[in-house]
Nanobody, 121 residues
Framework: QVQLEESGGGLVQAGGSLRLSCTAS????????MSWYRQAPGKQRDLVAR???????DYEDPVKGRATIARDNAKNTVYLEMNSLKPEDTAVYYC???????????????WGQGTQVTVSS
């Protein structure tokens, strides 16, 4: 069993900053890509940023220049720091990771339960 657990959400004022964390636990051989998605009420779940095992990153346009994704491979943890937060950043933020449970397993995607981020104007 593999689990992803997010933390760090909450209520933030516009212009403020936050840091989200997500740690994978359980039967893990290796973790490939780790990503952050978000889903606002009534909208689809969208990619925010992703980071590969080698540390290369991609950011979606709405957060470019305001977000930094990082990972600690020794801790199976991915982070998302965002600054200059806007009310439109309000959403449930989900962690996603492509994980090999064993050396001979298929690479499978896992999701966290989500953490609410609310940005007040």
């Amino acid at each position: 069993q593999v689990q992803l657990e997010e933390s760090g959400g909450g209520l933030v004022q516009a212009g403020g900053s936050l840091r989200l964390s997500c740690t994978a636990s359980g039967r893990i051989y290796s973790i490939n890509r780790m990503s952050w998605y978000r889903q606002a009420p009534g909208k689809q779940r969208d990619l925010v940023a992703r980071i590969n095992h080698d540390g290369s990153t991609d950011y979606e346009d709405p957060v470019k220049g305001r977000a930094t994704i990082a990972r600690d491979n020794a801790k199976n943890t991915v982070y998302l720091e965002m600054n200059s937060l806007k009310p439109e950043d309000t959403a449930v933020y989900y962690c996603n990771a492509d994980i090999l449970a064993t050396k001979f397993s298929r690479l499978l995607p896992y999701w966290g339960q989500g953490t609410q981020v609310t940005v007040s104007s």
